[in-house]
């Protein structure tokens, strides 16, 4: 199945950037599009960005576009989201996904069958 691990969240005060990592063991995933999804508190977890195998095509939720940037470095196996002007209701668990199944780049969980534990961003001043 492999594993996904998240890293680089935390505390940033609005206006601030982060940027998010994902890394992919166990097998690899350069053949898998891939994604990053949110969960905010009490609510359900969202679609935020997905990006095509070779990195070329990408797709961004409405929320979130010209603010992030999906990117992937497949000889690292690692996906990042990049994210500036962080606004407090970007406040969220973010999740990472990969799909070993889906064709395209898909906006609903059930699409990806591999996650990461997550990465708490927090925006707040």
């Known amino acids: 199945q492999g594993q996904l691990v998240e890293s680089g969240g935390g505390l940033v005060q609005p206006g601030g950037s982060l940027r998010l990592s994902c890394v992919a063991s166990g097998r690899t995933f350069r053949d898998y599009p891939m994604a990053w999804f949110r969960q905010a508190s009490g609510k359900e977890r969202d679609f935020v960005a997905a990006?095509?195998?070779?990195?070329?095509?990408?797709r961004y939720a409405d929320s979130v576009k010209g603010r992030f940037t999906i990117s992937r470095d497949n000889a690292k196996n690692t996906v990042y989201l990049q994210i500036n002007s962080l606004i407090p209701e970007d406040t969220a668990v973010y999740y990472c996904?990969?799909?070993?199944?889906?064709?395209?780049?898909?906006?609903?969980?059930?699409?990806?069958?591999?996650w990461g534990q997550g990465t708490q961003v927090t925006v707040s001043s």
């Open positions: 996904a990969a799909s070993s199944y889906a064709t395209g780049l898909r906006t609903s969980t059930t699409s990806y069958n591999v």
């Open positions: 990006i095509s195998p070779t990195g070329i095509s990408t």
